[in-house]
């Protein structure tokens, strides 16, 4: 009998509002796996309730250190099989090599993404839970963020997936599914 494969392991990453923490849930339970959302980990860490607290507490150097000590503690370990990234934590100091040393060891990237309407939107929906980062109304906000990220998610990326037309559940069958 051939020994059993072993499970795939599942980092997510994208712009805030894309989806990272309800579709890393929906891939660990579709995979028997365990899921781990940063941003809860850094919370933890930082004796807030939210990341949001936390962010807002520390301020964002501070805030994106443990964020970047939290993804190296979770790497490590391997006691997770899917992580959620925080929006910007592939780009804080250090983060980047992390990501590409657990894709050297099996790690698949995946990168969420939705129009930015569709991001705002999210963010609109949901006042308070999302810190600004830069003051600017959401819209305008997002489309700056992306500006200043999207090359370094699209080259961390091995799989890029559209979160606006299908939900948690539909869209980690179809990661799973591509990644098999």
Aim: proline share 6%; charged share 20%; hydrophobic share 50%.
């Amino acid at each position: 009998m051939a020994p059993p494969l072993p499970m795939q392991r599942f980092i997510l990453i994208g712009l805030r509002a894309t989806g990272k923490s309800s579709v890393g849930r929906a891939i660990a339970r579709l995979s028997g796996g365990t899921f781990l959302d940063l941003d809860d980990a850094v919370a933890v860490a930082a004796g807030s309730c939210s990341a949001h607290d936390a962010f807002v507490a520390l301020g964002e150097p501070a805030f994106r250190a443990l964020e970047v000590a939290a993804l190296d503690d979770a790497l490590r370990t391997g006691a997770h099989t899917v992580i959620a990234l925080g929006g910007g934590t592939p780009m804080a100091p250090g983060a980047h090599a992390m990501i590409e040393a657990a894709r050297a060891l099996g790690w698949r990237v995946i990168l969420l993404d939705a129009p930015d309407e569709v991001l705002s939107e999210r963010i609109r929906q949901s006042p308070g839970t999302r810190p600004s980062l830069t003051g600017a109304a959401p819209d305008q906000e997002v489309a700056e963020i992306r500006t200043r990220r999207w090359t370094t998610f699209e080259r961390l990326a091995d799989l890029v997936v559209p979160t606006d037309a299908l939900n948690a559940s539909e869209l980690a069958q179809g990661i799973v599914s591509a990644i098999d």
